[in-house]
């Protein structure tokens, strides 16, 4: 099964058919994921040791009442996009420096059922020798999300004087958040004992969930290995030999 049939198969199961009713319009979402894919071709670079670099931060671009249909379902089908965007990196040999982010905009110079897409390279967070370490892009990073409490994670060992100097906190700005070793994750541990995608935090009604991607050496919450579990503040997460506080407000 080709990447774009997987992705039609994983829209087939989402919302039991509403998602589908919101492109009444000639806006197709396999139309919006075969754009994505010619984007990441046009835009391949061969860089230092044989790598073929591609674009990892898309924009789509729709016409405001096309934005306004699609708006309740934008997130879970800039997951699906994403997660095609990986599927299809790894069966043509692509790499990416940074986490795979799809987000639409709704402009005034389209008409309904039209769209383009813009697309860059934005480097992900990554936590080495101790510190979160945040580099520069040559895109405005994304806006974080509002989420209740302000969840982050701490590298183990920092006080509060780090957390406020921010060198060693990572704030969840997405609904899903990436962690591993690979240079594709949202937030990338350079540790050998840390799978390439190695688990994923999500956010849900409120609460963090950790899961376990089928790492090969674990995840451990509190020194227990875990599969799924809610986070609650002051929660240890431990991740090859790294490991991380998690963090969340309380009162809100």
Do not use: W
Not at 48 to 65: I, K, M, Y
Not at 149 to 172: C, F
């Amino acid at each position: 099964m080709g990447v774009l049939q997987r992705f039609e198969r994983r829209l087939e199961g989402m919302v039991e058919g509403a998602f589908a009713r919101a492109f009444k319009s000639e806006l197709q979402p396999v139309e919006v994921a075969s754009a994505v894919q010619r984007e990441m071709d046009d835009r391949a670079a061969i860089v230092a040791q044989g790598r073929t670099l591609v674009p990892n931060d898309f924009v789509v671009e729709v016409a405001g009442s096309d934005y306004q249909r699609l708006d309740v379902y934008a997130e879970s089908l800039g997951v699906e996009l994403a997660n095609l965007a990986r599927d299809y990196a790894k069966e043509q040999g692509y790499s990416f420096v940074g986490p795979v982010r799809m987000r639409f905009e709704g402009v005034p110079d389209l008409t309904t059922g039209t769209f383009r897409i813009r697309s860059g390279v934005i480097r992900g967070s990554t936590i080495e020798g101790g510190e979160v370490r945040q580099p520069a892009s040559d895109l405005p990073r994304p806006q974080p999300g509002v989420f209740p409490g302000r969840p982050r994670l701490i590298v183990a060992g920092s006080g509060a004087g780090a957390e406020a100097a921010g060198q060693r906190t990572y704030d969840l700005q997405t609904p899903m958040t990436l962690l591993g070793r690979g240079t594709d994750c949202d937030l990338r541990l350079v540790d050998p004992g840390v799978s390439r995608h190695h688990a994923e935090l999500r956010v849900e009604d409120g609460q963090v969930v950790l899961v376990d991607l089928g790492s090969t050496n674990g995840t451990f919450v509190n020194g227990q290995p875990v599969r799924r579990v809610a986070l609650t503040d002051g929660t240890h997460v431990t991740l090859g030999r790294t490991t991380l506080v998690f963090r969340q407000d309380a009162g809100y």
